[in-house]
């Protein structure tokens, strides 16, 4: 055994001391999972956590969504059966799945949907998505069926109950226990009831038997917190947990060639972005394309991520509803260089300026800033690198304070531009860099735009207005390493979440049965759906 794998078994030593002793011998209904994130709070619809990407696989393990979203991220019936507007958009109506019960065995009612969605738009709630769900009102449930009064068309309100906040909770169990007691003592509708948590630990999960999308496979599910890498490759390799995801390329490489593992890597939701600022010398239209056309985003994928992941031209992905794949912008260092000497730059004068980036938080986030500075250099860019933490970029950027150009990753698992050209461009937005009147006039009419094809239309010559200016330096679609035991089978999904209810013990490949003469076949169930 070398030096490196005999430091990671030890690294897996000091996180099992820390987490339930579950033992190598477990049950084929047992799965372990080390997980990259803790979870800070059970409650999906309030304060940071319920707007962070990373734990919406956990919330979804035990609550509901209103309506379901598959691993392609298509749309499909969750709690609610039918959703949509009335004829002049002034009204929403829903229809409420019959036969669902809570995990403490009390009825899942159409109060609940209404009581979720009133709670979701207060303000003194504290939901972060406040703004869209306050554009509905005089919610009223009767029978099975939901109605409420648009306030302000919202065109991708139906969207956001499959995203970020979309969480159904129990009205009459919530307002009993209060949301001390509900942290405490957590129940959803969702495939996995809490048996057991322990923050900054672990949880333990048991299979919800009556849950509406059929019983999950594995009947418990313990899903340890590991946020150091090296620790959730040392579990994975140990054979202390079965799944684990979020390790380095080059480790997913390694482990995936090992007996006994198996993995997937396939793109997820998730961008490699850099924001550019309207300051300095990034108000030179000439220099902006010239640091666009310099960056072989190709060669950041194939050299630093192995050839995990997609080279992009906008904010949107091919999974997205406006990506238009006719918007190029190729890699052209010589067009960089004539730009940038028509505004009176070279390599030997350079155009300077700083950008900012996080070292760590994505995989290689560092390392392609300094290849892309050393693209840059070759041109006449001289940009100087700034390492920050996330929370600092967030800090900034609200501030409209980051550097000229700054690095970041942006998740948009429902794929509607809103959600990423528009929150990333509109100037008035808190979480944009750019500020210019062409985009914030393109964008402005979209928000509101009841005419779906026009809409998706408008936002699409949003995206070509951008590129053609260089607002804004899109680099990749990040792909999402997971790393599993062979015997588990794992459903990836492209929200970027790890979802225990679609993993299933895997079935050994066995010979055909012959059926003697005058036997019947004998005969299967019916699988039931998957639920997520």
Request: proline share 8%.
């Amino acid at each position: 055994t070398d030096r490196r794998t005999l430091l990671k078994l030890a690294g897996a030593g000091a996180v099992a001391a820390a987490l339930p002793r579950l033992g190598l011998a477990q049950s084929k209904d047992d799965l372990t999972i080390a997980y990259n994130v803790n979870l800070p709070s059970w409650d999906p619809t309030t304060g940071p956590s319920a707007v962070n990407p990373t734990i919406q696989g956990l919330y979804q393990s035990v609550f509901d969504q209103f309506i379901l979203q598959k691993p392609d991220l298509s749309f499909a019936p969750g709690l609610l059966t039918e959703w949509g507007w009335s004829d002049d958009r002034k009204q929403i109506h829903m229809t409420v799945r019959d036969g669902v019960t809570w995990h403490d065995g009390s009825p899942f009612t159409a109060e609940d949907i209404a009581w979720s969605l009133e709670r979701a738009g207060k303000a003194e709630t504290g939901n972060p998505i406040q703004f869209v769900w306050a554009k509905i009102g005089n919610i009223k449930a009767s029978g099975n069926r939901v109605t409420a009064d648009v306030l302000q068309f919202e065109p991708t309100l139906f969207k956001w109950m499959s995203f970020l906040t979309g969480y159904v909770l129990p009205k009459a169990y919530y307002e009993k226990v209060g949301p001390e007691g509900f942290e405490k003592a957590p129940i959803g509708t969702g495939p996995y009831m809490v048996e057991k948590f322990e923050q900054n630990a672990f949880m333990r999960l048991k299979a919800n038997p009556n849950y509406w999308g059929g019983k999950p496979a594995f009947e418990h599910v313990t899903i340890k917190f590991v946020t150091d890498a090296a620790s959730r490759v040392a579990e994975i390799e140990s054979g202390n947990s079965q799944v684990t995801l979020e390790i380095p390329y080059e480790e997913y490489d390694r482990l995936i060639a090992k007996d006994g593992l198996a993995g997937s890597c396939e793109t997820v939701s998730d961008i490699g972005m850099i924001f550019l600022s309207p300051r300095d010398v990034m108000t030179d239209k000439n220099v902006r394309e010239a640091a666009v056309m310099a960056v072989d985003k190709k060669l950041l994928v194939d050299r630093l991520l192995r050839g995990y992941g997609l080279p992009i031209d906008t904010l949107e992905t091919p999974e997205y509803a406006a990506y238009d794949s006719s918007i190029k912008v190729g890699h052209n260092p010589e067009k960089a260089k004539e730009l940038l000497a028509a505004s009176g730059y070279s390599p030997e004068k350079p155009a300077k300026f700083t950008i900012q980036t996080t070292k760590g938080f994505k995989p290689k986030d560092y390392e392609m800033i300094q290849a892309i500075v050393g693209m840059w250099r070759k041109v006449g860019i001289e940009a100087t690198i700034e390492v920050y933490e996330i929370a600092k970029h967030f800090e900034l950027r609200a501030a409209k304070k980051l550097a000229p150009a700054a690095f970041y990753n942006w998740g948009d698992a429902i794929g509607d531009p809103t959600t990423s050209t528009g929150f990333a461009m509109f100037s008035p937005s808190p979480h944009s860099a750019w500020s210019s009147k062409d985009v914030d006039d393109a964008i402005a009419p979209l928000w509101g735009e009841a005419d779906e094809a026009k809409r998706i239309a408008g936002w699409k010559a949003v995206d070509k207005l951008i590129a053609e200016n260089a607002y804004v330096l899109p680099l990749l679609q990040y792909a999402q390493p997971i790393v599993h035991a062979k015997g588990v089978k794992v459903v990836p999904h492209k929200s970027g979440a790890l979802l225990p209810a679609l993993m299933s013990p895997a079935r050994p490949r066995t010979p055909p049965v012959l059926f003697a003469p005058g036997r019947g076949a004998p005969s299967h169930p019916a699988s039931s759906p998957q639920p997520r």
